[in-house]
């Protein structure tokens, strides 16, 4: 079963809305989550770093105010789209890491549609 | 140039050719993943390296720390195995983000 549950799998929202994507780690405490988003036939792109208890880190060219990361707990993050527009509209996949070492679990992604 | 490179970029095999899949690298890790991303979305894990050379069923993935260069064989290929498949990194700074190459589109044709 899935070790990093995503949630929801498709959203699709108005123009002018925000949507909240959820990211959960289900078998274990992920100090760090990371936050990816996908545009077609390319890899993905490091959106943030996503800390529990404190602020994300966000890679150059993301906006913070648009991308809202919350890490309230060990085992759940979020994004929040904020004043989504249509160019919004892209694949975004959370990973957690196991705190002891490198191994890394993927969620299943969401696809979102602003429309 | 990329600090991941992968080769081939598509890939096109008959059913039950072997495969391979090359990953160069120019940083410093601690260690490479090998994913597998299929048309829906969802990502998979398939290898975790730092050293040597791992098998998991048809999958086999090695790893030259000093060519700084990773490969990934699939035997007896089969349709299923028709992903996207992609070498990601983490740097030796341990700060947990992974570099990832461009994605190596596979089909494998029955």
């Known amino acids: 079963g899935a070790v990093v549950s995503q949630h929801p799998s498709r959203v699709i929202c108005k123009s002018g809305t925000s949507v909240k994507i959820e990211c959960r780690s289900l078998?274990?405490?992920?100090?760090?989550m990371f936050w990816y988003r996908q545009f077609p036939k390319q890899s993905l792109m490091l959106m943030a770093t996503?800390?529990?208890?404190?602020?994300?880190?966000?890679e150059q060219g993301v906006e913070k105010d648009k991308f809202l990361i919350n890490h309230a707990s060990l085992t759940l993050s979020t994004l929040t789209v904020t004043s989504a527009h249509p160019e919004d509209s892209s694949f975004y996949i959370c990973?957690?890491?196991?705190?002891?070492?490198?191994?890394?679990?993927f969620g299943e992604g969401s696809w979102l549609t602003v429309v | 140039k990329n600090e991941v490179e992968q080769s081939p970029q598509n890939l096109t095999a008959q059913e039950g050719e072997f495969i391979t899949i090359n990953c160069s690298y120019s940083?410093?890790?601690?260690?490479l993943h090998w994913l597998q991303q299929h048309p829906g979305g969802g990502i998979v894990s398939l290898f975790m390296?730092?050293?040597g050379k791992k098998k998991h069923g048809r999958l086999i993935a090695t790893i030259n720390i000093q060519e700084k260069h990773s490969s990934l064989h699939i035997t007896a290929s089969h349709p299923r195995d028709s992903a996207v498949y992609i070498c990601?990194?983490?740097?030796?700074?341990?700060?947990?983000?992974?570099?990832f190459g461009q994605g190596t589109t596979l089909q494998v044709k029955p």
């Open positions: 990973s957690a890491r196991i705190p002891s070492g490198n191994t890394i679990y």
């Open positions: 078998d274990f405490q992920a100090t760090t």
């Open positions: 996503s800390n529990e208890g404190s602020k994300a880190t966000y």
């Open positions: 940083v410093g890790i601690s260690a």
């Open positions: 390296l730092s050293s």
């Open positions: 990601a990194v983490h740097g030796s700074s341990n700060t947990g983000k992974l570099i």
